[in-house]
């Protein structure tokens, strides 16, 4: 099941907080949230981080973001000493402060975003780090202020150096419902009926009004968003199972394995039985990009 990521708020500050255990393994399942989130690889190995299906690896010392409602998870190696931290930032706060940002797209993405603004880059580690700092010595009453200063000026780097304007939309955003409905298809992805059609009524709106909220908030119809979660779920079986090409079809919603071959060879460009034998042992040691 993909997970609407729960996160502790921390009080009076405009963001969730999260901060890797070092006594637990880096591999996250596969989640979304609502807002922008940044994270940072302080210390580790290389990190797999999988993004709408895109593949990105990441080195201690990276800093990138992650989009509104992306599907996003993490593997990496369980003999590296990992600390990693980050933020999700509170969409309601964001855009109150900067209308703007509501067409925002984040391009942050480690070493290609350094290469390309290199003392910007160097400036959003240092708040991120400070903000870090100082929430590790405990939050006092004076403690939002320094932390506010460091977050305002995260933002206007963020905003200046690592973002690009969405294409404008013709239609008033409808991002609760969005929500409501990729929640309630990351649950029920395997049912093989699920179409966009049947989530529309379901939903009480129209198709058309459906696939538009999906392609203003995610850039995807419904329908194409219910391939890449069923498509993500059999990756996952496939990489970390030893489950049948029909069975893995049948559990992630496919009509048939000739189905789930074809929409996984225009995703991955290999059959799933390919991609297994490819990536299969490279995905349990960590030491492969795919």
């Not at 080195?59 to 000493?81: F, I, K, L, M, Y």
């Not at 391009?107 to 400036?123: E, F, I, R």
């Not at 990756?235 to 090409?245: A, P």
Request: with cysteine.
């Amino acid at each position: 099941m993909i997970q609407h990521e729960n996160v502790q708020v921390v009080p009076r500050l405009p963001f969730k907080y999260y901060v890797h255990d070092p006594l637990t393994a880096i591999d996250v399942a596969p989640h979304w949230h609502q807002g922008i989130e940044l994270n940072y690889l302080v210390a580790g190995a290389t990190l797999k981080f999988v993004t709408d299906g895109q593949t990105a690896e990441y080195q201690p010392g990276d800093v990138w973001a992650v989009n509104r409602r992306a599907v996003h998870s993490a593997t990496g190696p369980t003999t590296a000493e990992w600390d990693e931290f980050g933020l999700i930032i509170d969409d309601d706060f964001l855009q109150a402060q900067l209308p703007e940002s509501m067409n925002w797209r984040i391009t942050l993405a480690g070493q290609k975003s350094q290469a390309a603004a290199p003392a910007a880059y160097a400036a959003l580690r240092r708040h991120m780090l400070a903000i870090h700092d100082l929430l590790a010595k405990g939050v006092t009453d004076v403690t939002p202020l320094a932390i506010l200063s460091e977050f305002y000026a995260l933002l206007v780097v963020l905003q200046a150096h690592f973002t690009v304007p969405l294409a404008a939309a013709d239609i008033n955003p409808n991002p609760s419902l969005t929500d409501t409905v990729m929640t309630y298809i990351n649950r029920a992805f395997a049912e093989p009926t699920l179409s966009g059609a049947t989530l529309a009524k379901q939903f009480n709106v129209s198709l058309t009004t459906l696939n538009q909220q999906f392609k203003v908030n995610l850039q995807l119809s419904v329908n194409r968003y219910i391939r890449l979660v069923r498509l993500m779920a059999a990756r996952r079986l496939l990489l970390e199972t030893s489950k049948t090409v029909a069975y893995i079809a049948a559990t992630c919603g496919f009509s048939s394995d000739k189905t789930l071959n074809r929409n996984f060879k225009a995703w991955k460009g290999l059959t799933p039985s390919d991609y297994r034998q490819a990536f299969a042992r490279y995905h349990k040691n960590g030491t492969h990009s795919f």
